[in-house]
């Protein structure tokens, strides 16, 4: 269905689902996803935003396919549209498997992907595809893409880099983890965010001491052959097996999602804040999760700040649609 379709469908959506009194599945807090991503996409969203603030180009990302989707919000409704490829079955003669995008971002008139850069979780195979970071042109005003969208085969304009790949298996610190598998403290990058010309990855894994790990390093080293200049973070959080779930920036900031890094989720996750460099993170908000819920993706809502607080949407791993949970986050201007 194309994304204009889809628009059309939205209004007889919602007409029907208040006719009814039901909402799909999805729905939490007033929230629901109409029609629902394709197939069970919808259960693996790993990152979302709206890259210009323009509820009319948004972008999910999902950890178990070759492609993100467009979506539009309507009031409190996610519409899904397009499919946008961004790998094919085949790169430079080389089998590709899921992309498994863990974490999406917006620089400057570019929307970037990031994979996990990590083994797969059930059996410790290493899968190239794993280990790009991808960016996309759209318009800095609007937030479309500019090209023409396409499921079927990867846009000419897509660009790729596995550089990243090099930077974190040099590193000291890293490196040792670098292809282990998980549940052996591995590497497994679970968000991105992209400021001031750098690249700034949240790591779920590995898991050290009482915090989190965020790495960054510089764009132009991985799409343009600059110096990569890497610096590894670690961020006390006051909790052991603390992973980063999402990372988004936000004016002079990071706010981090933070929860369990493996095994059994704890009853809450949490937002921190970061302003960068040396300073320590501070906390602003806990995420209840009365269900071992798994939060995986942190999305502020279009608008601006109302006295002091965001609207953002949090979305869950294995949930259809992610359930999305709207949450107000107490913040000053970033």
Not at 181 to 204: C, H, Q, S, T, Y
Not at 275 to 284: F, M, N, Q, Y
């Amino acid at each position: 269905m194309s994304f204009r379709k889809a628009v059309a469908l939205f209004a007889l959506t919602v007409a029907f689902v208040s006719l009814v009194g039901l909402l799909h599945p999805a729905a939490t807090q007033g929230w629901s996803v109409a029609p629902g991503f394709h197939k069970k996409s919808g259960e693996d969203i790993s990152g979302a935003l709206c890259p210009t603030g323009n509820p009319d180009w948004c972008y999910a990302v999902n950890d178990e396919k070759k492609y993100i989707q467009l979506f539009q919000i309507r009031g409190n409704v996610i519409v899904p549209g397009d499919r946008l490829r961004l790998i094919d079955k085949k790169v430079d003669g080389v089998e590709m498997d899921e992309l498994d995008a863990e974490g999406i971002a917006y620089e400057d008139g570019f929307v970037y992907v990031i994979g996990s850069h990590g083994l797969t979780r059930t059996t410790g195979e290493f899968q190239s595809s794993r280990y790009f970071l991808s960016r996309l042109p759209v318009d800095a005003q609007t937030g479309e893409p500019a090209f023409t969208v396409s499921d079927e085969d990867t846009p000419p304009e897509v660009e790729r880099s596995a550089v990243l790949s090099d930077v974190m298996s040099d590193h000291g610190i890293l490196g040792p983890h670098f292809r282990r598998p998980l549940d052996e403290n591995g590497i497994n990058i679970e968000g991105l965010a992209v400021a001031g010309g750098r690249a700034v990855v949240g790591l779920r894994q590995p898991s050290l001491g009482d915090g989190v790990l965020v790495f960054s390093v510089g764009i132009d080293c991985l799409f343009a052959g600059a110096p990569c200049a890497p610096v590894l973070t670690h961020l006390p959080v006051g909790r052991s097996n603390a992973g980063v779930r999402d990372i988004v920036a936000d004016g002079e900031r990071f706010l981090l999602l933070v929860a369990a890094a493996l095994g059994d989720e704890a009853p809450t996750g949490a937002v921190w804040s970061w302003r960068g460099g040396p300073d320590a993170p501070e906390h602003v908000a806990d995420i209840d999760l009365p269900g071992g819920e798994k939060p995986e993706t942190l999305m502020f809502l279009p608008g601006d700040p109302v006295a002091g607080s965001r609207r953002a949407l949090i979305l869950f791993d294995g949930e259809a649609d992610g359930a999305p949970r709207e949450i107000a986050l107490p913040l000053p201007p970033g």
